[in-house]
């Protein structure tokens, strides 16, 4: 969906350096989400908001942090924490946090550590 | 919460055939069912989604149903084309939730 952009497209990390993906919307979506995507696997939820300056942790917060100071905005901060953060990272939103409504999702953010 | 399993995890059709994806949910209050496709490297696209109210739903070669006694959803795929070859997760949810619950995917070949 044009309405939701992921940057940058490609991510490396060094070790002990947090990274920050981006995540904007113009669909004027309450919710947003991050999910993580292993080569091959499913997609798991990492964070997710429903308003405004509210957020709530997903099935693997750890290692990761985000923020959602305005509405069209949900960046995800990968920590140092995180030691094994290589993997396909997508960004979602939904018209609102109820969940029976369809997600929209961005092209993703594939980060690798070198 | 909710757990929802999908079979098979891989799936090779000759193009033209037929494809068909299950998925099982565990909570009946579950009222929401979306099918996402995403071809390698691109984001999850919703493709067709049904709700409780309806046990049928289909939108040209797709199709989408859904047992509400047995707790399990469907995606069909008739004349089945290459482009058609992706992974596909169903997913499932209900108004009170904060999410979509999604599947692990199947990886859809269609054979030219």
């Known amino acids: 969906d044009g309405g939701i952009t992921q940057s940058p497209k490609y991510l490396f990390r060094k070790e002990g350096q947090n990274v920050t993906l981006s995540c904007e919307q113009n669909?004027?979506?309450?919710?947003m989400y991050w999910y993580r995507q292993d080569p091959g696997q499913g997609l798991r939820l990492i964070y997710y908001?429903?308003?405004?300056?509210?957020?709530q942790k997903g099935d693997i917060a750890e290692g990761y942090s985000v923020s959602r100071e305005k509405k069209e905005s949900f960046p995800l901060t990968v920590t140092s924490a995180q030691k094994n953060p290589t993997a396909f990272y997508l960004c979602?939103?939904?018209?609102?946090?109820?969940?029976?409504?369809?997600?929209?999702f961005g092209d993703g953010t594939r980060l690798s550590i070198l | 919460g909710e757990n929802v399993e999908q079979h098979p995890s891989t799936l090779s059709v000759q193009e033209g055939d037929s494809a068909v994806i299950k998925c099982t949910y565990s909570?009946?209050?579950?009222?929401?069912f979306p099918w996402y496709k995403q071809e390698l490297g691109k984001r999850p696209q919703l493709i067709i989604d049904?709700?409780?109210?309806?046990g049928e739903k289909k939108d040209q070669r797709i199709a989408v149903t859904l047992n509400k006694t047995a707790k399990h959803f469907s995606l069909h795929i008739t004349e089945t084309q290459p482009e058609d070859s992706a992974v596909y997760f169903c997913?499932?949810?209900?108004?009170?939730?904060?999410?979509?619950?999604f599947g692990t995917g199947t990886r859809l070949t269609v054979i030219p």
């Open positions: 979602a939103s939904s018209s609102t946090g109820l969940g029976n409504q369809p997600q929209h």
């Open positions: 669909l004027n979506h309450d919710a």
């Open positions: 908001s429903q308003i405004v300056n509210d957020f």
């Open positions: 909570d009946s209050a579950s009222n929401y």
């Open positions: 049904i709700r409780s109210n309806v």
């Open positions: 997913a499932a949810s209900e108004t009170g939730a904060n999410n979509l619950f």
